[in-house]
């Protein structure tokens, strides 16, 4: 649990990870205008996990992970967990704004 | 308490670690010596779990780090400094790993301040200082108040008020009763502040020994520095003493200043130089490893 909420704040607390939320709801927005939402939401919520796991590597701070949580699988759970959390608020709010879009259009 | 037990590494043919043994007592800040590529890092790696060792034990507290209770709790560890996201604040960085090791946001408060870090707390550490990188850095280590600090290179990048505040922080951690493993080939600084030496080379450990015995234990010498070396030279060696120089001076062992100026008197030298002479820290350490 304490990997994920730190997994979870962090990701809310960089701003390249919410520049990339913006864009991945942006994208399930015009991809609700044309009825496959869920399809670019999920491919979103997907590249936004990647790009924060691979950050994690890139500058090198998955070894303070490592050092909070040794137990690397409990890690990689909280990492898919809190991923699919990320995926699942993004995939509603493109929802909601794909259903408020077919309603203004009729 | 750390004990390091017949640790060896090795990679396909390469050696990394050999039999290395050594502890770290409660209470003293131990010094662990190499230089660059002699096996330090690769040691604290398995020690702090990142790495698994070819046979041998490193053990906290009596455990491998990987079965700690709470290993935030219980070890602090400085490993590579600048380890955060650099388009991440200051106090979201500690807020961050302090989630991950269950302690509270007036710890984190705490922390920056005791790190001097409170004013840039809201400045994202890619523009930190590599001094100020190093503050945050201690300052992720102590999050969960552990009792064991393992630090590679905690030095890096301070300036001599920054070293001043590092040494003072791990003195007070030790006379508190905690273990403290340093690694560095920073000699002259590590002089000032470690109580226990273990040097290491090629992944082998040369030394293990307090720091009064290395620095002082050696043989003492004179520096003579006189008109006639070589008359000097001969008339010393005469009595028995050994006898080297450097061109300019004499290094004399085996003879107190008393007699050695009785000597040069007798030889009617003239001396201008006389020092007593105990090698330092950094000189046993180059005779150990050969002087690379």
């Given at each position: 649990m304490s990997v994920l909420r730190s997994e979870l704040y962090r990701t809310a607390t960089l701003r390249s990870s919410r520049l990339s939320l913006v864009v991945a709801a942006a994208v399930g927005l015009v991809a609700g205008w044309f009825g496959a939402w869920w399809l670019l939401a999920g491919l979103g919520a997907l590249a936004v996990a990647v790009l924060t796991t691979v950050r994690r590597y890139r500058h090198r701070s998955a070894i303070l992970v490592f050092l909070g949580q040794p137990n690397r699988l409990r890690v990689l759970g909280a990492k898919c967990l809190a991923a699919a959390l990320v995926a699942v608020v993004l995939a509603v709010v493109s929802e909601v704004v794909a259903l408020l879009t077919s309603l203004t259009t009729g | 308490m750390i004990h390091i037990r017949q640790l060896t590494k090795t990679y396909g043919r390469v050696t990394a670690l050999d039999d290395v043994t050594f502890s770290a007592v409660p209470g003293r800040v131990t010094g662990f010596l190499g230089l660059n590529g002699s096996g330090k890092t690769t040691t604290l790696r398995i020690l702090l779990g990142l790495t698994r060792a070819t046979s041998g034990a490193a053990l906290i507290n009596g455990q491998p780090y990987r079965d700690l209770d709470s290993p935030s709790r219980q070890v602090g560890a400085v490993?590579?400094?600048?380890?955060?996201?650099?388009?991440?604040t200051g106090r979201d960085h500690l807020v961050t790993q302090a989630l991950l090791s269950g302690a509270g946001r007036a710890r984190v408060e705490e922390l920056l301040s005791y790190v001097g870090l409170t004013a840039a707390?809201?400045?994202?550490?890619?523009?930190?200082?590599l001094g100020m990188r190093q503050r945050l850095a201690m300052a992720t280590a102590l999050l969960g108040s552990p009792s064991v600090l393992v630090l590679d290179e905690?030095?890096?990048?301070?300036?001599p008020s920054g070293m001043a505040w590092l040494r003072g922080l791990l003195r007070e951690h030790a006379s508190n009763g905690g273990t403290v493993l340093l690694a560095s080939h920073l000699l002259a600084e590590l002089e000032q502040l470690v109580d226990d030496v273990v040097i290491i080379a090629d992944g082998r450990v040369r030394l293990t020994a307090p720091l009064v015995e290395v620095a002082g234990g050696g043989v003492p010498r004179l520096r003579v520095r006189g008109r006639d070396p070589h008359r000097l030279w001969q008339a010393f060696e005469r009595v028995g003493a050994t006898v080297t120089t450097d061109g300019r001076h004499l290094y004399v062992s085996g003879l107190s200043a008393e007699d050695a100026g009785d000597i040069a008197l007798h030889v009617r030298v003239p001396v201008y130089e006389l020092v007593p002479e105990t090698p330092n820290l950094e000189e046993v350490f180059l005779n150990l490893v050969g002087g690379r």
């Open positions: - | 490993l590579e400094q600048g380890i955060s996201h650099p388009g991440q707390a809201r400045t994202r550490t890619a523009e930190y200082s905690p030095g890096n990048g301070l300036d």
